[in-house]
């Protein structure tokens, strides 16, 4: 993966072998073949290295039909929160089952999707089960100086940040740090940022009733008009509207817009 990427979707990982490298919620992350793993999509993500040389199965869910799935509310808060949860258990039919749901999803037999998207249901219900039991992932601390600018940001996206506060605090000069930043993740240090203030901003339109001003300044957004420029920009749509479609999926009606 040539940069950070993000979408608003929940993301479920399958590695047949080998492991794989997250740079995910301010860490460096390690997931091992055969446990299935899920984070919410929309936080920045980036896979900084890869072992083995089987590919590895992702199903994305919109995040509505997520909400719907009637998932424990402790990992739906899990989720939304930028955990990367991985399953405590390996289970000897995943790969069979990924298998099948690659082939059945998107096959125009609606059918087919319908069996498909409930299994996947069942498999995260099977997941919550087993949520408190979860392991935290396996991290490593070898970070590199353009890893942890990444993290840093990651860690503190919610403060006032310039590109030279940040790459002060990693001990760059501010030009040397703008330009490893790019090179390394394919975008600049102020479009990250903004990345994860965005992601902020969507978990606390979903999961709260706060007003759309104290949701901006939490987010780290300095004006209401910035945070509306910058949200309908990533997401296609205003705040208040992204508000009002997700809340009506989980039946919440806001109290204060």
Known sequence: MPRPDRHNEVELNLLS????????GGRRTI???????????????????????????VITLPLSDFLRAGTDSGLVSRVLQGELLIDSMQDNVDEMIFHRWEQELGNGDPSLELAAKLEVR??????????????????????SRADQLACYIARNYQQPLTSESIAEAIGLHANYAMSLFRKTF?????????????????????????????????????????????????CGCSPREYRKEHCATVGRHPSSL
Request: charged letters at 15%; a positive charge; hydrophobic letters at 45%.
């Open 17 to 24: 072998s080998g492991s794989l490298s997250y740079l995910l």
């Open 31 to 57: 997931i091992d073949a055969r446990r299935l793993a899920i984070f919410w999509a929309a936080m920045p993500h980036q896979i900084v290295d890869f072992e083995g040389a089987s590919p590895y199965f």
């Open 122 to 143: 069942a498999r995260l219900l099977r997941l919550a089960a087993r949520v408190s039991k979860a392991t935290t992932p396996r991290s490593t601390p070898m970070l």
């Open 186 to 234: 394919g975008t600049t240090i102020t479009s990250f940022v903004a990345q994860h203030r965005i992601s902020h901003s969507q978990r606390l339109l979903i999961t709260t009733d706060n007003a759309i001003l104290n949701i901006a300044l939490d987010s780290g957004f300095q004006s209401l008009s910035r945070f509306n420029e910058v949200f309908k920009a990533v």
